[in-house]
């Protein structure tokens, strides 16, 4: 939801009213359908831009399509799969020079919803409230991150660059508030990447916890990170279950 609110913001740039509305549906089984028969919530963000021109409609929800001057093109893409991933879909229902509706479906829950339990409660798990670091220049990606997170019970502080990322990491340790991880993005526009942060953590505090991410499945750290000086890899899109598992191996390693 937050990608998608990201991006009706900015279609509005002089402003606007975006609405959004819920509602159960029950969806027939039909052949060829991308969805099963069942139960589903349809939520629908519907902004008043200027909508989604015919030529980049089947575009917009693949990995770096952007139409954006400053933006990795991640947003739509990322939502799109956490989406399927939860057994849902999103697309855009409706596109005119009056604005665009993007909605998705999730399957309704058939139970209580179970009690999330912060990573710390599982065995062998890093406690909950220890502080991670994030560094990524996507505002969208980085707020999900520190939802995520926050979930799992730690503590975030979410910066841009690698500049911030260093700056922020040694004014904790000189406080004794020392970060448990950090995960940095692999590719920063305009800005100090992870590669780059990393060896300037390292000569801060050489026993750093540090998590590359990146979605450029080519990124040659992902496949290499140790050699890199990182405890652990986390390809875009990721899920929360991705998250408490990469950061348990980076911590316990």
Known sequence: INALMINAREVMPSGGTVDISARNVELENKPGAVLPGGRYIKVAIADHGNGVPSDIATKIFDPYFTTKPVSSG????????????????????????????FSFYLPAARAEPAVIKPIGDGPGMPSPLQRILVMDDEEGIRELTSQLLNTLGY???????????????????????????????????????????????????????????????????????????????LPKPFTRRDLADVLQRACMN
């Not at 406080?175 to 390292?202: K, Q, S, W």
């Open 74 to 101: 991640l947003g739509l893409s990322i939502s799109f799969s956490v989406v399927k991933k939860h057994g849902g879909m999103l697309h855009l229902e409706q596109s005119s020079p009056s604005g665009a509706v």
């Open 155 to 233: 503590e975030v502080t979410a910066v841009t660059d690698g500049v911030e990322a260093v700056s922020t990491y040694e004014r904790a340790m000189r406080r004794g508030e020392n970060f448990r991880a950090v995960i940095l993005d692999a590719t920063i526009r305009g800005g100090m990447g992870g590669l780059a942060t990393i060896a300037r953590l390292r000569n801060i505090d050489p026993s750093v916890v540090a998590i590359i991410c990146s979605g450029y499945s080519d990124e040659a750290a992902l496949a290499e990170f140790l050699q890199y000086g990182f405890r652990g890899a």
